[in-house]
């Protein structure tokens, strides 16, 4: 398997443009998560979902992100409209919840740049 | 809910040397433990993982680290380091059957010729 797959690995954007980050889960995984690393405040978790259901959206920052998981293959993080402050690296991850096993495997990451 | 403290920042240590990083959680559950390693411009790599059974684990790379349920500790270890092992390393938490994972704010392990 070709691990977890994110795209675009880098955006530059101006402030307020629409932005979406898309990721590819590991196939047969059944969670999938996005992350923001920043400097100041480290990874946060924004979002998972299981078996393609948001479970927990309590770390989007604002009703300007919104994620999607259409199917078990594909997510999409959207940033409508962008801010400077957005600026970071988001992470993908996807992991198999079932059998004690809760390894998360991260994709490479989109380093997002606001100006 | 959980949480993670990494109380080092930054790690400096001559190759060969041992070092340890430091590693507490805080839970009202009981919990699984994680360590990740980042290398610059990568994702996050699970370096080893504690479920259940015994507290000493050992994970990738000569990496060991051991669960310490009286004191909340995970701290990582590893007897003689390398260049290569520079990177930044994440403890992480979840509750024991869940899958949503808190990260500390990682520490910056630097190795030094």
């Known amino acids: 398997d070709a691990g977890v797959i994110q795209s675009p690995r880098h955006e530059v954007t101006e402030m307020g443009q629409e932005v979406t980050l898309r990721c590819k889960p590991i196939?047969?995984?059944?969670?999938l998560f996005w992350y923001r690393q920043t400097m100041m405040r480290g990874l946060e978790l924004l979002i998972y979902f299981n078996n393609n259901v948001p479970i927990d959206d309590s770390g989007m920052p604002e009703d300007r992100f919104s994620a999607k998981m259409p199917n078990a293959s594909f997510s999409t993080l959207k940033i409508q409209p962008s801010e400077p402050r957005d600026s970071a690296v988001y992470f993908c991850?996807?992991?198999?919840?079932?059998?004690?096993?809760?390894?998360?495997?991260f994709g490479q990451g989109t380093r997002l740049t606001v100006v | 809910a959980q949480s993670v403290t990494q109380l080092d920042s930054q790690v400096p240590v001559f190759e060969e040397a041992p070092v340890e990083l430091r590693c507490n959680y805080s839970s009202s559950v009981s919990v699984y433990l994680f360590w990740y390693v980042q290398y610059p411009n990568q994702g996050l790599q699970l370096l080893l993982k504690?479920?259940?059974?015994?507290?000493l684990v050992k994970g990738i790379n000569g990496f060991e680290a051991e669960f310490n349920k009286s004191q909340t500790s995970f701290h990582l270890r590893k007897p003689s380091v390398h260049i290569s092992d520079t990177a930044e390393y994440f403890c992480?938490?979840?509750?024991?059957?869940?899958?949503?994972?808190?990260f500390g704010t990682g520490t910056q392990l630097k190795v030094e010729l």
């Open positions: 992480a938490v979840s509750e024991t059957g869940g899958n949503k994972l808190t």
């Open positions: 991850a996807s992991s198999f919840q079932g059998g004690g096993n809760t390894e998360a495997f």
């Open positions: 504690y479920l259940s059974g015994s507290t």
């Open positions: 196939s047969g995984h059944n969670s």
